[in-house]
């Protein structure tokens, strides 16, 4: 009873918030709507997706996938995370503009690594299948950080309307091609990484809000002494946050790496239809509230930092109310689940959700408080820690 009782309270304080302009209840709702229409979206489409590609295919794209999402945290050197900080427009315009540059340095790096290393690649991870395919790794990388690039802006300027509609478009453009292209090419892993990737630039338009293109004229017009001061301010986001963030993705992507080098690749098919069910709820609702959380945190140290603990502490709760359900239901049935959902075929994947499901109800609740080690200026912190983690994560494995 007392559960319930406190559920109530819960969703009368939230309701209430709902309806303040500018609040964190009302940005989380714009936020969240869009991310979990998206959600809805893909998840629809999944099942025929399933279908369309075998498990080995999954494999290929997954370790595919990995590789950009490992690349991308470098491609930024992380200054994006730095992007709510600034107080004033006039010191975030050098931020910006020391970000764009390190991204088109970063990707014509990444375009030479490929060139000469790219064979390598595919013979460590069991992936020759992709082929030339490897060469669209880094314009993935690109695509990737500029999307979070502008992603980032637009939190800062609480255009939360705008992120919302892009992802709604990105993933209904994604989904559609990847179907498309997957029965043009019946089932080939080209499909798969052709249907994502037309999905990004899709994305990037669809993201650019009214803040960004009032300012774009500002970026363009570079002040190299302000880009040196802004990398000098911001230095221990390369230097700290960087490695704790590169860290934190590296053992999220570390089964997939392990899966492929060690066991065949429809076992990383498997694994990978499985995370991503898992790890839904974060991608629907615990992204979107760790960046409303992040921006609401960050202009309450501004002025009361007793604020951050009750922001906190209340959202904790909630959080833990949020995701018993769903996450307890994956534990218990998972393998039901997915031999309903998605077919026979994916019977193995059924049984990795039921394990992976309550490690993602871990991650749903931590993954919006990473955000406080820099809202507090604690990178060096936060990369010990992540450091500590991954050591133990690589142990267990």
């Known amino acids: 009873m007392n559960l319930i009782r406190q559920l109530r309270v819960e969703i009368d304080q939230f309701v209430k918030a709902l309806k303040q302009p500018g609040s964190f209840g009302q940005n989380l709702l714009i936020r969240s709507t869009g ?3 998206a959600y809805l979206i893909g998840f629809l489409l999944s099942p025929i997706i399933a279908r369309i590609y075998l498990p080995e295919v999954y494999g290929q794209f997954a370790v595919f996938n990995a590789l950009v999402a490992s690349l991308s945290v470098i491609t930024t050197l992380n200054y994006i995370n730095a992007f709510v900080l600034p ?23 990444l375009f030479a690594a490929v060139s000469i290393c790219g064979g390598e690649v595919l013979d460590l991870f069991n992936i020759t299948e992709l082929g030339n395919l490897i060469f669209l790794l880094p314009l993935f990388t690109f695509f990737t950080a500029l999307v979070r690039y502008i992603d980032f802006w637009n939190v800062r300027e609480t255009e939360y309307r705008t992120a919302a509609k ?32 037309s999905s990004r630039p899709i994305q990037v338009v669809a993201l650019l809000s009214r803040s960004i293109r009032r300012d774009w004229k500002r970026v363009r017009q570079v002040s190299w002494p302000r880009v040196r001061w802004a990398a000098r301010e911001f230095r221990d986001y390369p230097l700290y946050n960087m490695p704790a963030n590169g860290l934190m993705v590296l053992a999220a992507q570390l089964p997939v790496y392990l899966l492929s080098y060690y066991y065949q690749i429809e076992s990383t098919g498997h694994f990978t239809l499985a995370y991503s069910i898992t790890a839904a709820p974060i991608q629907v609702l615990g992204l979107s509230i760790a960046s409303v959380y992040y921006q609401k945190a960050a202009e309450a140290t501004q002025t009361a930092v007793e604020k951050v603990r009750a922001l906190t502490q209340k959202l904790f709760n909630r959080l833990i109310l949020l995701g018993a359900v769903p996450f307890g239901l994956l534990v218990t049935f998972g393998r039901e689940i997915f031999m309903v959902v998605f077919g026979s075929n994916w019977e193995t994947a059924g049984n990795f959700a039921s394990y992976l499901a309550f490690m993602a109800f871990c991650n749903f609740i931590s993954v919006s408080f990473t955000s406080l080690y820099r809202v507090f200026r604690r ?19």
Do not use: R, Y
Request: net charge positive; glycine share 8%; proline share 1%.
């Open 379 to 397: 990178e060096k912190l936060q990369f010990l820690i992540n450091l500590s983690g991954s050591i133990l994560l690589c142990l267990g494995m």
């Open 166 to 197: 892009a992802k709604v478009i990105s993933i209904i453009s994604s989904k559609l091609f990847t179907i498309l292209l997957g029965v043009i090419t019946k089932g080939s892993v080209s499909g798969f990484i052709l249907g994502d990737l």
């Open 87 to 109: 107080k004033s427009i006039n010191h975030f315009i050098p931020l910006a503009q020391l970000t764009l540059i390190v991204i088109v340095v970063m990707t014509a790096i």
């Open 35 to 37: 991310s979990t229409v």
